[in-house]
C-alpha cells in the first residue's frame, strides 16, 4: 500500500470460549470498546507489535507518536496524524468455536486482505500465562500464517501481562468496606504461570485463592475466620460473567449459610469497561511494557446474577 493510501489497521481479540452465550457478548462490547479507543488514539505508534515468535525488550519509555509540524511564525505546533481508516476489531475464541481457532483467524484475515489490510494483531484476553497463552494460541497462529503468507499476523502479549492491570483491580476494591479481600482466580496447572497472580495478590495486601486448584476458596475462607476476620470481599479473577461465575456465586453462597456471622461480599469480574479496552489498546499498539515473567453488594443466601451488557467484525 502507497503512503497516500495506507492499509487499514486491524486487530483480533481471543477469548477462552464458552457455551454459555454470556462471554461472547461481552467480549463483543469490549472489542466496541476497544475499537472506541482505537480511534482516540494516535494512529503513528512508536513500536508497533512484533511478528509471531519474534521478542524484542521494549524501550524504557514509548516515543513521541508520529506527527507533523505546523509552523506559524517561531512556533511550532503539533498535530497528530488521524487513522486514514477506522480500525478494524474482531473477536475469536479458543474453545467452543464452530471452527477451530487458527480457521477463525485465517477467515478474519481474509477480510482483512480484502478490505486492504496486510497486517493483523492479535491481542489473547487471558489472564494468565498457561498452557493456552505459550502453547495453544501461538500454535493456532503459525497455522493460520502458513495459510495466509500475504497478512503478517503479530502476536500481542496477553492481557494479563500488562502492568497497569492491578490498578483496574484495586478501583474495583476501594468500593468495597471489609476488614480484607480475597482474590480468587482459575490458576494454572503450570506453576510458573500462577506467579504474576500471585504477585498481583501481594502487591495490593490481599489473599490469594484458586478456583481450580490449592490453596481454594473454602480453605482460604475458613483460615481468614480463624484470624477473626467479620467482614471480607470476595473478587472473581475473571473477565466476563458466566458459568464459572455462576458456580462462584453458589460457593459463596454456601460459605454463607455456613457461617451466618460473617459478612461476605461478592464483587462482579473485571467486565469489559473502558478501563479494560485501553489494557488491550496498549498491548495490542505495544505502548506499554509488559510485565515479566462496579459496587460491592453483600451476599448472604441471595444469589447475585450480573447481567453482562450485550453487543465478528465490530468496525
Known amino acids: ?7 487499514p ?11 454459555d452465550p454470556r462471554p461472547a457478548q461481552a467480549t463483543e462490547k469490549l472489542a466496541q470498546l476497544v475499537r472506541s479507543r482505537l480511534e482516540s488514539t494516535p494512529s503513528g505508534v512508536p513500536y ?3 511478528p509471531w515468535g519474534r521478542r524484542s525488550r521494549l524501550p524504557s519509555r514509548p ?3 508520529r506527527s507533523v509540524l505546523q509552523t506559524r ?5 503539533k498535530v497528530t496524524l488521524p487513522w486514514a481508516h477506522p480500525p478494524l476489531v474482531g473477536t475469536a ?4 468455536g464452530s471452527l477451530p481457532l487458527h480457521q477463525q483467524i485465517l477467515e478474519f484475515g481474509q477480510r482483512i486482505y480484502a478490505a486492504g489490510g496486510r497486517s493483523l494483531g492479535i491481542v489473547p484476553l487471558f489472564l494468565l500465562p498457561g498452557r493456552h497463552v505459550l502453547e495453544d494460541v501461538p500454535e493456532a497462529v503459525r497455522q493460520a500464517q502458513r495459510l495466509l503468507p500475504q497478512v503478517s499476523l503479530q502476536l500481542c502479549p496477553h492481557l494479563g501481562s500488562h502492568p497497569d492491570l492491578s490498578t483496574l483491580v484495586q478501583q474495583k476494591l476501594q468500593v468495597a468496606a ?13 506453576p510458573e504461570a500462577n506467579t504474576s497472580i500471585q504477585w498481583l495478590a501481594q502487591s495490593l495486601g490481599g489473599t490469594l485463592a484458586y478456583w481450580a486448584g490449592d490453596p481454594n476458596l473454602e480453605t482460604q475462607v475458613i483460615q481468614l475466620i480463624q484470624k477473626g476476620v467479620q467482614r471480607m470481599v470476595i473478587l472473581p479473577y475473571f473477565l466476563f460473567t458466566g458459568t464459572t461465575t455462576d458456580g462462584i456465586i453458589r460457593r459463596t453462597e454456601e460459605l454463607a449459610e455456613r457461617f451466618p456471622s460473617i ?16 489494557l488491550v489498546v496498549d498491548l495490542a499498539l505495544n505502548l506499554r511494557p509488559s510485565l515479566p515473567n462496579s459496587s460491592a453488594l453483600p451476599l448472604k443466601r441471595a444469589a447475585l446474577r450480573h447481567q453482562p451488557r450485550a453487543s465478528s467484525l465490530v468496525s
Open 1 to 7: 500500500m502507497s503512503a497516500s493510501n495506507p492499509s
Open 9 to 19: 489497521a486491524a486487530y483480533l481479540l481471543i477469548s477462552h470460549g464458552s457455551r
Open 48 to 50: 508497533p507489535p512484533q
Open 63 to 65: 516515543a513521541e507518536p
Open 73 to 77: 511564525r517561531n512556533s511550532p505546533v
Open 93 to 96: 475464541c479458543l474453545e467452543a
Open 178 to 190: 471489609a476488614d480484607t479481600w480475597l482474590l480468587l482466580a482459575h490458576g494454572s496447572r503450570k
Open 263 to 278: 459478612d461476605f461480599r461478592l464483587l462482579p469480574p473485571l467486565g469489559p469497561s473502558l478501563e479494560l479496552a485501553q
